[in-house]
């Protein structure tokens, strides 16, 4: 079967703006997704980079230059997506910087009106249905996007609580404020990430009726809270959207990689421990 072909679009920053120590607000203009279909509140998308010591730069076609270029071919970085509106074409990304480390954190912290980017996408999987009683959402920086489309969109009568990991209490950035939602911040204050994150959300008194589970962020939190949840929770899978975004230690390209395997593994442990077999993925937009 030959390769699944992916669709390159364009983005033009008009504003950008300082969140918090850790986090930049870029607001792009991309008429290519004009009508797009976001039926999610976790859409991401691929950013496309010329990697470090590359012979090319923005704009480019990814495959003509990973081609002529095998030594230096383009890199992808993911992201979530705060919000678009698709009758203009306006997208919004946070990005989370540790200053000059990373592309993608850099590139953001650089940008300016009139700056240009190449991105896949969107893909995303998963959005806050009718039939829960309550929502449990939990994630560090780089799930924050996707919590906070997803408190927008929390159906009328379910209540909903937020766990958000940041660097200190001076890290906080705006949180949709709605009836019925409540927000807790989570502060790492020089622990390692998922720390805090993990032990707040053990220490949690899971409520009564049905509760969704939404925890994403770094792969050692997520291999600590998918056994509390699955194991000693007993937690359906078909509840709970949980995920490693990253892992420490290795850029998106090791992760990716090693990723599969990295749940296999926690698949397995957790069904010999005696949680449910994992259902089959379903397919995620591209």
């Known amino acids: 079967m030959p390769p699944r072909q992916r669709t390159l679009r364009r983005a ?38 010329a990697p470090e010591g590359a012979p090319y730069s923005w704009p480019f076609d990814p495959e003509q230059e990973k081609a002529a270029h095998p030594e230096h071919p383009p890199v992808t970085r993911t992201y979530s997506v705060r919000s678009l509106d698709a009758t203009t074409g306006e997208l919004v990304i946070d990005f989370v910087v540790h200053g000059d480390e990373g592309l993608a954190g850099p590139w953001a912290a650089n940008a300016a009106a009139g700056d240009e980017i190449g991105f896949f996408g969107p893909g995303g999987a998963w959005a806050p249905q009718p039939g829960y009683d309550h929502f449990i959402l939990a994630g560090d920086e780089a799930a924050a996007p996707a919590i906070c489309a997803a408190l927008e969109h929390i159906p009328d009568g379910t209540r909903a609580s937020a766990y958000l990991e940041i660097a200190d209490p001076s890290a906080t950035f705006p949180v949709p404020a709605r009836e019925n939602v409540e927000v807790f911040w989570v502060p790492r204050s020089g622990a390692a990430y998922g720390v805090e994150l993990a032990r707040a959300v053990r220490d949690l008194d899971v409520p009564e009726g049905r509760v969704g589970w939404f925890v994403h962020g770094v792969a050692g939190m997520i291999k600590e809270l998918r056994r509390h949840l699955f194991v000693e929770l007993g937690v359906p899978r078909a509840d709970a959207s949980i995920s490693g975004y990253w892992r420490a230690g290795m850029n998106e390209d090791g992760w990716q990689s090693s990723k599969h395997d990295f749940v296999a593994e926690m698949d397995s442990s957790e069904v010999a421990a005696g949680a449910e077999p994992s259902p089959e993925k379903r397919p995620k937009r591209a």
């Open 12 to 49: 033009t920053v008009t504003s950008t703006e300082r969140l918090s120590p850790q986090l930049i607000r870029l607001t792009l203009d991309s008429p290519d997704l004009i009508g797009a279909e976001l039926p999610f509140t976790d859409h991401y998308v691929k950013l496309v980079f």
